[in-house]
């Protein structure tokens, strides 16, 4: 398969995204070609990746110092306790700024390596290889890194770019289907702010996607990746229009935070019914017409996908999520932004709302 390759540009750096299969039998090459040079190399690692293809890893690197820290990958371990570690071994190991942070795993191993390197001698050079397709299609793409803590996800962090992100296609035959869907959330998110066609190719596609067919799901992960880049290009520190890739987070960062995490919804689940609440309440406020409602909600209604809110929370949540919702990165008063859609690519910025008009509408949608 031809390695596709897409070149992220911000007003601070240059990168390359390259999407095919076998990529990582070719890591040390492509690092050369792409003038990654260094001497020591720590790998932090997810520990669901396959010991094989770990050691297929390390042993492509000749004459260089391979270190190796594996990370159990989850919400509650993406804290500054497991940064550093990171951060000890990097400083007992005596890296220089010329070194490289390689992450192996998906977008929680990514988010705290980039944090790690961020903070390292204010910088040292970074590789993502991102293992899942939500990372693949989000989190490795824009530079953003970041830890949890108890106020909320993502609280702490920095905008610190990698030098190349590798999007190995042969990752996501080991993962399970409920993965796969956590991906698509990101996929057609980018989809309802930015492209209809794309939607349009998505409706007609997902099924392939989900079954991870070729040539389908490439096009799928090339078509989100460069979505996120031409808005990344545009607004790499989320001053504005970056804002509109939050679509369906504010909801959904508050959903997982008032599960605490918990395996109950996955990130990419989380995504997908915070977009369903977020299209509910751009349609009910008038901002979304009732055709283009249904036909974004029939998507959304796949049966592997989650339904609705009221599966997951009762009526004495909503404060929580409210509380959570309130101490969101974008807001700045005492009211709730919120990224809506007017039509399939077609956002709305800079929305806020008081707090107790959401919480009318969460009401309901946990009553009926």
Do not use: W
């Amino acid at each position: 398969m031809k390695i596709i390759k897409l070149i992220v540009k911000t007003n601070n750096s240059k990168y390359p995204i390259l999407i095919g299969a076998n990529l990582t039998k070719k890591i040390p090459k492509i690092l050369n070609e792409n003038s990654i040079k260094f001497n020591n190399c720590l790998l932090v690692i997810d520990k669901n990746i396959s010991s094989k293809i770990i050691s297929d890893i390390s042993k492509n690197f000749k004459k260089k110092k391979i270190y190796k820290h594996f990370f159990k990958a989850n919400e509650k371990n993406k804290n500054q306790k497991n940064v550093d570690k990171i951060l000890k071994i990097l400083l007992e190991k005596n890296f220089s700024r010329n070194d490289c942070l390689i992450s192996i795993g998906g977008g929680i191993t990514g988010d705290i390596t980039g944090f790690a390197a961020s903070l390292f001698k204010r910088g040292l050079q970074f590789v993502n290889i991102p293992t899942t397709l939500l990372s693949q299609v989000d989190s490795s793409v824009g530079g953003k890194t970041g830890i949890n803590t108890k106020q909320g996800k993502n609280m702490i962090g920095s905008f610190y770019q990698p030098k190349i992100v590798l999007s190995d296609i042969n990752f996501l035959k080991t993962l399970p289907k409920r993965q796969i869907v956590c991906g698509y959330g990101e996929i057609i998110k980018h989809s309802l702010i930015a492209n209809k066609k794309f939607f349009k190719f998505l409706d007609k596609n997902v099924n392939n996607i989900l079954k991870l067919k070729s040539p389908f799901l490439e096009k799928a992960i090339y078509e989100s990746c460069k979505i996120k880049m031409q808005v990344v290009s545009k607004d790499e520190k989320e001053l504005n229009l970056r804002k509109i890739l939050n679509f369906g987070h504010t909801f959904g960062h508050a959903y997982e935070a008032t599960l605490k995490y918990s395996t109950k919804l996955n990130h990419g689940e989380a995504v997908i019914l915070g977009m369903k609440t977020a299209i509910k309440f751009s349609y009910r406020h008038n901002f979304l017409n009732k055709n283009e409602f249904l036909e974004i909600t029939n998507h959304l209604n796949k049966k592997d996908f989650p339904s609705k809110i009221k599966d997951y929370f009762f009526l004495k949540d909503i404060n929580k999520i409210i509380s959570f919702m309130m101490m969101d990165k974008k807001n700045n008063s005492n009211k709730i932004e919120l990224m809506l859609i007017k039509k399939i690519g077609y956002p709305i910025l800079n929305k806020k709302f008081n707090k107790n008009m959401i919480k009318f509408f969460l009401k309901n949608e946990l009553i009926n």
